[in-house]
């Protein structure tokens, strides 16, 4: 057989690294010959900046275990959307020619739904001039948005990130004796998925977050206001988490910008989480802060999930051997076959009902009043976060591997 | 003996409840009886709102290990400054009919500044009206900005999250092969202790910070530009540093108000980051992010430092046993034996020297360019991020332990 070809595309993840490993175990153990990687996404195919990945995995017996909990993307990422397959661009021809270079039978690509989009058009020009080459997608994102599988890997890590620092928040706010409102925004901007995950810091030893608002039901202010003010007569301090993207009734991000300028000049934009803390300031008159907990929610290894890691190792794994089976235009996807205990299948499906689509939390996993999440969200959840990923740490810090 | 008495106070760390841990563990081991708990701060003892720690530690065998990796505070804070103890206030007449109440004998306050300087009005009134009870300050504050002692409990915790954090938006922000610059905001109002921190994310397989700004030294924004611009002709992705509390040379923090109004009619005050993040897209047109790092760096216990938190059980223990050795009025400070090995001696000094003094970073551990830190510094640094306690898990979030 030929040669294997991967690359990363879309924003970091803590597991994309762990599925790249994935899939070069899998192909270390296929009868696929080399595997190269490709530089910045397919754009490393385009340019012809490619790596062995083989030799660098059979010569250093540590890299694959460090290169699972390493964050962001070894082989670096893009943002790059090609034509449509029968546009006739000639950057199909030279991707192609490329791909006959380094005599290349399957290639994997990371990443989530613009990547999905480009092993759809690729599988599909590749039908066109009856190519036998294999475009597999394994997928990724913390929003977990994608169709079709049950959930994507680098959620559950960024859950349990969320979760934890959520926890660690609210620890953090109930120290004085005198009325708060902490207000978390957690990335997401169409999806509420992440921002749900702040709900399994309630247990036993943490009372909250007491309220979470989702971009998947319209965001009032009003209601908001009056949420608090209920909840500020039963306890002293409120912690909120709010996702990026929520909008009012009429669709407006409740970011939207101020249309004010600042020292140099431009509109300054504030995000939910500012907005939110102004609008509270201005309104209830109590103590208020807003978190954004920013890119550190994508990109936190230290705090990764086991479960995570370990199906985004499968999910790479899989890949290959579907591709070894001949399979081909389809992502690797998780099937769920049971919540206690917690199991799941590896399946495949045709990437063209995935590529461009976004799956939005069910409303019916939302409480009436839109302030809350419900137990089969929570139950659908809490097995994501499970376990810890062994690092290790050197002067005080794990130990990642870079290219 | 008589009993002891122990609160918290100021803003949370992750190690002040080691110190409380170390305070309980001494003073079960000691000639001391019941170990009350005052809670927020001072304040509890004033109200008479106090708990018996004793009785909780007896009753749960798993709580002192517990409590030991959880973050903020177990027992509360306050914000309560103490008149001057010779001012007739009758709140000292309240404090110390309370300690005859509870038949204290020794009174440990574990917190920062203003706390030490409540110990020290404390053992000042008491040396006034003859009292016996001893008055130990336990430091903590991730400023590490306390005098006499080498560091202070927290710091060491807050470090390890700082550069670990650092390390993996420097990954984050790696994957492009787009300039970029991204401004890391890390707490610290006058000292630069935290920020220099971010140093530590340096290593062999990471390539930044590249710039790193202090508040001990005045910030010019043209040498900040003129240091982007330089670094962004070597290098695609640039990574800085900057503490929340830098200022120009006219003493005016960078992090001023805006002038500007919000919707609701609010002047918008920038953070030290987002001002600069609007200043380096202004006028150098790249991609630029900030990421305020805001709470979750005195908060996140699931990054702590195995250092700080057995050296902060230790100076909560020390503080115990220098009150049976009748000493009062003081604080227990760490010194530093030797950095390698890392040894330290536990000491206490005078509390009238260490209360409201603050300990800024030596302006010789800063380099000449002001854009980075010394050798000496970084020597300094490294031995209190070293290890990995031992966190206990549950559902995939750290178990802490909650009054």
Redesign the interface.
């Known amino acids: 057989m030929g040669n294997v070809i991967v690359a990363q595309s879309g924003g970091?993840t803590v597991a994309i690294n762990a599925s790249l490993a994935g899939v070069i175990e899998g192909a270390l153990r296929s009868n696929y010959d080399k595997i190269y990687g490709s530089i910045?996404g397919i754009?490393g195919i385009k340019d012809d900046n490619i790596i062995d990945l083989s030799e660098i995995a059979n010569s250093d017996s540590t890299f694959l275990q460090k290169l699972k909990t390493?964050?962001?993307?070894y082989l670096?990422?893009?943002?790059f959307k090609l034509p449509s397959a029968d546009s006739g661009d000639p950057v199909y021809n030279t991707l192609f020619q490329q791909f006959s270079k380094y005599n290349i039978d399957a290639f994997f690509y990371i990443g989530g739904n613009d990547s999905m989009d480009t092993v759809d058009k690729l599988s599909a020009y590749a039908k066109s001039i009856d190519s036998h080459i294999r475009f597999i997608g394994i997928p990724k994102t913390i929003d977990n948005d994608l169709c079709i599988t049950d959930h994507t890997p680098g959620f559950g890590s960024a859950a349990?990130y969320i979760?934890?620092?959520t926890?660690?928040?609210i620890?953090?706010a109930?120290?004085?004796?005198s009325p708060s409102v902490t207000i978390i925004e957690v990335m997401g901007r169409d999806a509420g998925w992440l921002t749900a995950a702040t709900s399994?810091?309630r247990?036993e030893?943490?009372?909250g977050p007491d309220l979470i608002y989702l971009p998947e039901t319209p965001f009032n202010t009003e209601l908001f206001i009056a949420d608090l003010s209920r909840l500020l007569k039963e306890k002293t301090n409120i912690v909120v988490a709010v996702s990026e993207g929520i909008r009012d009734a009429a669709g407006k991000y409740i970011s939207a910008s101020?249309?004010?300028?600042?020292?140099?000049?431009?509109a300054?934009l504030?995000g939910a989480g500012k907005?939110l803390e102004?609008?509270v300031?201005?309104r209830l008159g109590v103590k208020v802060?807003s978190?954004?907990?920013?890119?550190?929610q994508?990109?936190?290894?230290?705090?990764a999930?086991l479960t995570d890691q370990n199906e985004s190792v499968e999910q790479g794994r899989h890949g290959v051997a579907f591709a070894e089976q001949g399979v081909t235009g389809a992502m690797v996807i998780l099937k769920r076959t049971s919540n206690a205990p917690y199991t799941v299948e590896y399946s495949y499906a045709h990437i063209h009902d995935i590529a461009n689509e976004a799956k939005e939390v069910p409303q019916n996993w939302i409480n009436e009043s839109h302030n809350w999440i419900t137990q089969e969200m929570l139950d659908y959840l809490?097995p994501l976060?499970?376990?810890?990923p062994d690092l290790t740490?050197?002067?005080?810090?794990?130990?990642?591997?870079?290219r």
Do not use: W
């Open positions: 970091p910045n754009l390493t964050p962001a993307m670096g990422s893009c943002r349990k979760a934890t620092t926890m660690e928040v620890y953090d109930l120290i004085y004796n399994l810091a247990n030893y943490c009372c101020t249309g004010t300028l600042d020292n140099f000049g431009h300054q504030s907005t102004y609008l300031k201005d802060r978190i954004e907990v920013n890119v550190l994508r990109a936190a290894a230290h705090c999930s809490q976060v499970l376990g810890e740490y050197k002067n005080g810090l794990p130990v990642y591997v870079r």
